[in-house]
């Protein structure tokens, strides 16, 4: 996990990315629930408030964390997903959507310039 970062801090981000990998089995909503409390805690009035998932997209979800993203976005905090790998998982394009945030897929070719805009980005 990496904690509220500035996208001012490139390195530091492609650096985690750069050390991401699946392991198998996950468990989406634990992890939502744990990321929006890191983002409720350091939330700053006005600023760029997001969560943003880095995932294969091999996961399950159900309504309840519809819910909990939903509920998030209503108060400024927004989700964002990064998909890595060979296809998009649009299931989980429906996360971001709820979230108020954007889905991108990501590939070698758009990686770098998809992934420092978006960390750049501020939403209203």
Do not use: C, W
Request: hydrophobic letters at 35%.
């Amino acid at each position: 996990m990496l904690p509220p970062t500035s996208g001012q801090e490139k390195a530091k981000i492609l650096a985690v990315l750069d050390n991401l990998s699946s392991e198998g089995e996950t468990n989406a909503r634990k992890g939502i629930e744990m990321a929006y409390k890191v983002a409720n805690k350091n939330y700053k009035r006005g600023g760029n408030n997001r969560i943003i998932l880095a995932t294969d997209g091999d996961f399950g979800f159900g309504a309840e964390t519809l819910d909990l993203i939903r509920q998030n976005a209503q108060t400024d905090v927004f989700m964002s997903i990064f998909n890595f790998g060979a296809r998009p998982s649009t299931k989980i394009k429906v996360l971001a959507d709820t979230g108020r945030g954007y889905f991108r897929h990501i590939t070698q070719d758009n990686a770098e310039v998809t992934l420092i805009r978006e960390a750049k980005a501020k939403r209203q």
